[in-house]
């Protein structure tokens, strides 16, 4: 069964940095395009980033360009994710997820293996 597992949320002030990982266990997710999402309260959730398996495109959503940086290693089944300048409305559950589908790497319906969620939280 493949899993995968995030680590590293937590409460932080505005202008701080976090990073967040995901171990993925069961299958590898070597050749998988990986990607994280996040779903504030009262909201839907919405891409963040993502990166192909080669690591030789990433992909980031207007809101966190420049501040987030996704990174890959494969070696060791893991994603994460580099927050930096974070804001109050970074504030969120951060989803680690596996694309299982072919199409745009921003749409959350072509990813297929979820985790259980990391909560961010950002305080002003």
């Known amino acids: 069964q493949a899993q995968l597992v995030e680590s590293g949320g937590g409460l932080v002030q505005a202008g701080g940095s976090l990073r967040l990982s995901c171990a993925a266990s069961?299958?590898?997710?070597?050749?998988?395009?990986m990607g994280w999402f996040r779903q504030a309260p009262g909201k839907e959730r919405e891409f963040v980033a993502a990166?192909?398996?080669?690591?030789?495109?990433?992909y980031y959503a207007d809101s966190v360009k420049g501040r987030f940086t996704i990174s890959r290693d494969n070696a060791k089944n893991t994603v994460n994710l580099q927050m930096h300048s974070l804001k109050p409305e970074d504030t969120a559950v951060y989803y680690c997820?596996?694309?299982?589908?072919?199409?745009?790497?921003?749409?959350?319906?072509?990813?297929?293996?979820w985790g259980q969620g990391t909560q961010v939280t950002v305080s002003s």
């Open positions: 997820a596996a694309k299982t589908l072919l199409g745009d790497a921003r749409d959350s319906r072509l990813y297929g293996n």
């Open positions: 990166i192909t398996w080669s690591s030789d495109s990433t």
């Open positions: 069961g299958r590898t997710f070597s050749r998988t395009t």
